[in-house]
């Protein structure tokens, strides 16, 4: 058994600022409602056809290559995280090794919405951590802006939403004590709807349904979101998992140098650091100029905080994330 460890990370938002105000002016809200229920002050839209969530996926997806200092042509495998694909089928992985130019590995999509990042990093490990696979590039990408209710109907749910990608390459870890130590994984199918966006499906409403029925009022091609119920079961569960992945490894919350929380509401967040008496330099926050970007916020923020130097050799780093499925998770690592 080997661990794996993250070599290299990199992200890339879109270079389109997209304030509260500019959002006030096309739907019933204000800076200060979104400011206070979630501190996000702005966030990034793809403009036109600039960018997709596979060519976002892939400009940080070079950019982590580069920094791991691992050849292309090394990557074993694909892990690519998104609730928002390019095209219904295939996913978003294999246009990834296209686009790159990779060998003909293997490459999965993970549908795990805001925890599919977590996802992704714990699946990659498990194929490292056999041996099966030695480099594995693992992408976290989300372009919301264009599925958006952007009318007032929609204003709970489409505030929050920005679009951005990150990616990370894990590499074998030859030193047990180091790399990434346990990821813990659960999810509560039973308030699926709760956090959703129900059409198009295949098996239940499909597109031809939708045009065929005309229906102005239909808003299930929209995301939807029981925010106060969300809220009130990500609280918890970011809570359990993270101290599920601390009881495992012995360690207490003051063990935490940096914990880098999906980001989903800084209310959230700030919730979590006050329960574990974290300070403000061991939680990582970007949400107040990104917004809530799904699969790629956590890495996003993983990237940042480690561009800024406030991850350092031997940190013991935390991810944790919670979102619709429910899923949730939480990947434990000592850099
Ligand atoms: N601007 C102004 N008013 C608004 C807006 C808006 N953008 N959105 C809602 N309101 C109004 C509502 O209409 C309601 O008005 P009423 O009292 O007259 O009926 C009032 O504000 C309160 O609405 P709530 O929905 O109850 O607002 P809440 O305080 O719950 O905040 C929020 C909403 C920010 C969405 C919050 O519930 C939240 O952050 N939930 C968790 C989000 C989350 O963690 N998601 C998981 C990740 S996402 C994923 O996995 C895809």
Same mark, same amino acid.
Request: hydrophobic share 20%.
């Given at each position: 058994m080997y661990n794996s460890k993250i070599a290299g990370l990199g992200f890339y938002v879109p270079e389109h600022v997209v304030t509260n105000d500019d959002l006030s002016k096309v739907i019933d809200t204000s800076d200060e409602w979104i400011q206070e229920r979630t501190g996000i002050m702005e966030r990034r839209y793809v403009e %036109? /056809?600039?960018?997709?969530t596979t060519t976002m996926g892939v400009k940080a997806a070079r950019i982590a290559i580069e920094r791991s200092g691992? /050849? &292309?042509?090394?990557? /074993?495998f694909i892990v690519f995280a998104t609730?928002?694909?390019?095209?219904?089928?295939? %996913?978003p992985g294999v246009l990834v090794q296209r686009d790159l130019g990779l060998r003909t590995v293997g490459a999965v999509d993970v549908? @795990? $919405?805001?925890s599919g990042f977590v996802y992704g990093i714990s699946l990659a490990d498990q194929y490292i951590k056999t041996g099966m696979y030695k480099n594995i590039l693992v992408i976290g990408s989300e372009l919301h802006s264009k599925g958006l209710d952007m009318t007032t109907r929609g204003r709970g749910v489409s505030v929050i939403f920005g679009d951005g990608a990150g990616a990370a390459v894990l590499t074998r870890e +030859? @030193?047990?004590?180091? %790399?990434?130590l346990s990821s813990h994984l659960h999810s509560e199918? $039973?308030?699926? +709807? +709760?956090?959703?966006?129900?059409?198009?499906?295949? %098996? &239940?409403?499909w597109v031809l349904d939708i045009l065929k029925d005309n229906?102005? +009022? #239909?808003?299930?091609?929209y995301p939807y979101m029981n925010g106060q119920f969300v809220f009130k079961n990500a609280v918890v569960r970011f809570s359990e998992v993270i101290m599920e992945g601390l009881t495992k490894n012995h360690?207490?919350?003051? #063990?935490?140098?940096?914990l880098i929380p999906h980001q989903a509401n800084l209310r959230i967040s700030q919730f979590i650091q006050k329960k574990f008496g974290l300070? /403000?330099?061991q939680v990582y926050n970007n949400i107040m100029k990104y917004g809530n970007t799904t699969a790629a916020s956590i890495p996003i923020a993983l990237t940042e905080a480690w561009e800024k130097g406030k991850i350092k050799d031997g940190d013991l780093v935390v991810l944790a994330a919670f979102g619709s499925g429910f899923t949730w998770g939480s990947v434990i690592i000592r850099w």
């Open positions: %036109g /056809d600039e960018d997709t691992i /050849d &292309k042509d090394e990557i /074993d609730l928002s694909p390019d095209y219904y089928f295939p %996913g549908r @795990n $919405q805001c +030859e @030193n047990p004590e180091k %790399g990434i199918g $039973q308030h699926a +709807e +709760e956090l959703s966006l129900i059409a198009p499906g295949m %098996g &239940k409403r229906d102005p +009022e #239909d808003t299930s091609y360690l207490q919350p003051s #063990d935490i140098d940096m300070s /403000d330099d």
